[in-house]
């Protein structure tokens, strides 16, 4: 019950902001539904019914525009804050879920404050992969750098920037006039210098 209270509380504190921050006046009511480690079986036969496939290491989703399936475990109340965010954007536009991803999971990961230590990052780790592959599937890549491509869209195009985008399904040349791959080399300049100040 403990986890159930976090995980209301955490998204109680945090719902607000996220709506604001992407100017969305209100929300429908949102189921979340938690699955214990224990029920880890059910978990992934519902997400092989919900979505066709099961997402190894997977501990969130969202089935819909209203519903939010978490598997519990100590990173739940932030993964909470993650999936709202998923579901709050599906709100400024009802076509980004993976839309693409990057983008999806940027929005998302910047949300819930998960950013990685970039101080614990090698030099090859700081040279940017594309954003074609942080659109891959079963990949670490959209979550390891998703919150420092936000930040870097905000950064340099302000919260309006960002928002354009996420109505254009990441669109970046016609909401910003600039291709992906300028972009890319915008946030691996972004990400080195705040990495190595």
């Known amino acids: 019950m403990e986890d159930v209270s976090r995980i209301l509380g955490t998204l109680r504190e945090n719902s607000g902001r996220v709506m604001g921050h992407l100017c969305v006046a209100a929300m429908p009511r949102v189921r979340v539904v938690l699955w214990s480690q224990a029920r880890i079986g059910d978990w992934t036969r519902a997400m092989q019914a919900t979505l066709g496939q099961v997402y190894p290491g997977a501990t969130g989703y969202t089935p819909g525009r209203d519903e939010m399936r978490l598997l519990l475990n100590s990173a739940s109340s932030l993964e909470a804050v993650h999936e709202y965010a998923h579901l709050v954007s599906m ?103 705040l990495a190595r100040p």
Not at 162 to 184: C, K, S
Request: charged share 15%.
């Open 91 to 193: 709100q400024v536009n009802p076509t980004i879920p993976n839309n693409p991803r990057w983008l999806w999971e940027a929005v998302a990961v910047y949300e819930a404050g998960t950013a990685p230590d970039l101080r614990t990052w090698t030099d090859g780790d700081l040279t940017f992969p594309g954003l074609q592959a942080l659109n891959q599937y079963n990949s670490a890549l959209p979550y390891r750098w998703g919150y420092h491509v936000a930040l870097a869209l905000i950064e340099r195009w302000g919260d309006d920037g960002l928002l354009g985008v996420i109505r254009a399904n990441g669109d970046l040349q016609g909401t910003f006039g600039i291709t992906d791959a300028a972009f890319g080399a915008y946030a691996e300049a972004y990400v080195r210098r």
